[in-house]
């Protein structure tokens, strides 16, 4: 019985050594295909590191075309867009490129004419509700003043040189 327990307790041990060689090769396998792919990976975005400097090229290229449209504007455009608002320029040149017509058409358009004069408006509105933000001078309140609210009310001046002032109109007056 002893020799039967024994050979299963081999079987057993010989089987667990088998199935953990088993397990290191299929581990052995997935980190080689692992480092494979990454090596893969990493020379695929190092040619594509290499390949975009000519890719950004072309993107330079069309803004130097575009401002080279924008300082192609005639002088009959520039002075067009002499008296309109800073702010308003870009959405001129805007719908200008859109039409496909000049600066000076687009302004004359009534679409433009109703935008510009509701933007006007929206100024001066915002610069009229904007008044409550200058601040106000303090103003001196006169010696007769603090001496009538102190014998009225018996309210005295808040700071120490009002109190000064009116203390020496006081004295002035009786001597």
């Not at 687009?106 to 904007?130: F, I, V």
């Amino acid at each position: 019985m002893e020799n039967i327990t024994e050979n299963e307790d081999s079987l057993n041990t010989e089987e667990e050594e088998t199935s953990k060689n088993d397990e290191q090769e299929t581990d052995e396998k997935d980190y080689k295909a692992l480092y494979e792919n990454q090596k893969v990976r990493a020379e695929k975005a190092e040619k594509a590191l290499k390949t975009k400097p000519e890719t950004k090229e072309t993107p330079k290229q069309e803004e130097d075309t575009t401002s080279k449209n924008e300082s192609q504007m005639s002088l009959k455009d520039i002075r067009a867009l002499n008296d309109v608002h800073d702010d308003d320029v870009d959405d001129i040149l805007d719908y200008a490129e859109y039409k496909k017509i000049s600066p000076a058409e687009a302004k004359k358009t009534p679409a433009m004419t109703s935008l510009l004069g509701a933007k006007a408006e929206e100024r001066k509105t915002a610069e009229a509700a904007n008044v409550g933000g200058s601040k106000k001078g303090s103003s001196k309140i006169s010696v007769s003043d603090l001496v009538r609210r102190a014998e009225t009310k018996g309210e005295l001046p808040e700071s120490d040189a009002d109190l000064d002032r009116m203390l020496e109109d006081r004295y002035s007056i009786k001597s």
